[in-house]
């Protein structure tokens, strides 16, 4: 830990450049006015660190057992990097330690937390991805992962094509990525593991789906829904290797509450999908301040916290911990 560099107040403001840039190089800077401490400069990774750790100490109820969560639905454009990333920092501003994997080679979520800023970024290197877990028939470690504000991210990159290739030709490896999940649990005491999977009913989306003990389903439009018995056949295929996989939670995901689609939509889903899984609040659809976070490469929950859309991912934290009978 690098020694704290000790200010007296009145010469704070003229070094205030140089203590910036060194706090964001990981120096802590310490305030002083009449030798008692005032106030901290710290990086912006300290800062959530802390935030992490005092959510933690006063969390009342936390998990007993790692709860795995797969964010699925096999039609593209309805919104599960978004919720994948916006439960992660949802449940990590709560206490709970959180895992992130992006199993998407698109790698939207990684990009999103800007994790791809240049060639020779750590996510970029095809070692940081989860690939290698199954190159041989018994997996190996996964790699460090790499944390971001309150969150370890385990990225993608198109290197996780070779994931799909090596699973085309060896289904057996399919379980690989659960077996390498259980070895990092063993190791790490995360409360909750989320994967953001690609979409399409690939051999690949079967292992990242075996990885789970959970699915929930974003849907934002009828297209949606439409395939749902891919997901329940995924299922049949994946519980050999997950016995407890199943549907947990429908989020009704970018409503446009005064609209007639998505009305219909929502009364659609009462009327045929309650008895499959609960449905949770819906999320509204708001560009503005989605479009502002992603610009800022930061979540929505933090990135605006008192905005509306803000509130409707917590609401759906809220629905998903007491769907799996954790006190909010």
Request: aromatic share 6%; proline share 7%; charged share 20%.
């Amino acid at each position: 830990m690098p020694e704290i560099d000790v200010l007296k107040s009145a010469e704070f403001r003229a070094q205030l450049p140089r203590v910036l840039r060194d706090a964001q190089a990981g120096q802590p800077a310490l305030i002083e006015q009449y030798n008692r401490p005032i106030a901290a400069v710290i990086s912006t990774s300290d800062f959530w660190l802390l935030q992490h750790v005092k959510a933690r100490a006063t969390q009342e109820n936390p998990m007993q057992v790692p709860i795995r969560l797969a964010v699925s639905n096999i039609s593209g454009g309805e919104g599960k990097t978004t919720l994948a990333r916006e439960l992660a920092f949802a449940l990590s501003g709560r206490g709970y330690k959180v895992a992130l994997f992006d199993l998407d080679p698109q790698a939207s979520l990684t990009k999103g937390l800007g994790l791809h800023t240049s060639a020779d970024a750590p996510a970029m290197r095809p070692e940081s991805t989860v690939t290698a877990v199954f190159r041989t028939d018994q997996p190996g470690a996964l790699p460090a992962p790499i944390h971001i504000r309150g969150v370890d991210v385990w990225p993608a990159n198109d290197t996780l094509g070779e994931a799909e290739g090596i699973l085309m030709g060896d289904f057996t490896r399919v379980e690989n990525l659960r077996l390498a999940v259980d070895d990092l649990l063993e190791k790490n005491p995360y409360d909750v593991v989320i994967f953001d999977c690609k979409p399409q009913r690939t051999n690949f989306l079967a292992a990242s789906i075996a990885a789970a003990d959970h699915i929930i389903l974003p849907v934002s439009g009828m297209k949606g829904v439409e395939n749902t018995d891919q997901i329940a056949k995924l299922l049949r295929t994946v519980r050999p290797y997950s016995p407890k996989i199943a549907l947990r939670l429908i989020v009704p995901n970018r409503m446009k509450a005064q609209t007639r689609h998505h009305k219909n939509l929502l009364a659609f889903l009462d009327e045929n999908y309650r008895q499959f899984a609960p449905i949770s609040r819906p999320v509204r659809d708001s560009t503005a301040v989605v479009g502002s976070a992603a610009e800022s490469r930061e979540s929505v929950v933090q990135h605006a916290p008192n905005s509306e859309v803000a509130s409707d991912f917590q609401a759906v934290a809220d629905d998903l911990l007491s769907v799996l009978g954790v006190s909010a």
